[in-house]
């Protein structure tokens, strides 16, 4: 049997650190709430793929969190930025052997643990796998080789990412998953479907910070 990794590569939940571009509309705290559901979710779908789970910390590994040892092996991500970050964590499980291995974020609603495990079954068929974000990145990337040049010379956190990781597999075999969103500062209808798990008075305030920033969509 192919041995098969998910890599989780997550932000440790601090006020002001995570989903800053969704927390320059809503607020810190408000972005901080979001973001907490958002790796509830996370952790919930991936319970249910079928491969060893590797949740990569930004900061300091937690214990006791939402990541339960019994299901994720949990290690630090490293390097100077996002590419050599996650370029280190691909290598780090193809040296341990695994053979196709699977990176996500932590903050998309809309994914599934059918859509990681659809992908593991397409490793085996393509030389890459690539789910499309709206926004001009990729919410996931499966490979079964690494391959460091896919995390060098990009501008990380733009729309341009997506588009220079496809040219540099160019010469290689890519299946293109559906497109998905994550939530982020002009995703506002995402951020009322998640409005039942939370309190009052964190959807009264969520909704007051849309009325002035989303007048538009309240129409």
């Known amino acids: 049997m192919t ?15 995570c989903k800053t571009r969704l927390a320059k ?30 949740v990569f910390y930004s900061e ?8 339960d040892d ?14 050599e970050r996650m370029q280190n964590a691909f290598q780090q499980l193809f040296d341990s052997n695994y053979k196709n291995v699977i990176i996500i974020g932590s ?3 809309d994914l599934n643990s059918a859509i990681i495990n659809k992908t593991f079954s397409l490793i085996n068929e393509y030389d890459a796998v690539i789910g499309p974000a709206k926004d001009g990145g990729y919410y996931l990337l ?14 990380w956190g733009t729309e341009t990412v997506r588009r220079d990781t496809l040219n540099d597999l160019k010469n290689s075999t890519v299946f293109t998953l559906d497109e ?11 951020i009322r479907s998640i409005y039942d798990n939370f309190t009052l008075d ?16 309240e129409s």
């Open 180 to 190: 998905l969103n994550d939530i982020d500062k002009n995703d506002c209808t995402n």
């Open 60 to 67: 300091s590994i937690q214990d006791n969190d939402i990541w």
């Open 142 to 155: 499966g490979l079964k080789a690494a391959n460091p040049k896919l995390f060098k010379n990009k501008v």
């Open 202 to 217: 964190d959807c009264i305030m969520i909704k007051n910070i849309e009325k002035n920033k989303f007048n538009e969509l």
């Open 3 to 17: 041995k098969c990794a998910l890599i989780i590569f997550t932000r440790n939940p601090e006020l002001g650190k």
């Open 70 to 83: 019994s299901f994720f092996n949990k290690k630090l991500q490293y390097g100077n930025d996002l590419g």
């Open 107 to 109: 903050d998309l609603l």
């Open 25 to 54: 509309v809503v607020g810190d705290k408000s972005a901080l709430k979001i973001y907490k559901y958002l790796l509830q979710h996370t952790a919930n779908i991936s319970k249910d793929v079928d491969a060893d789970r590797f």
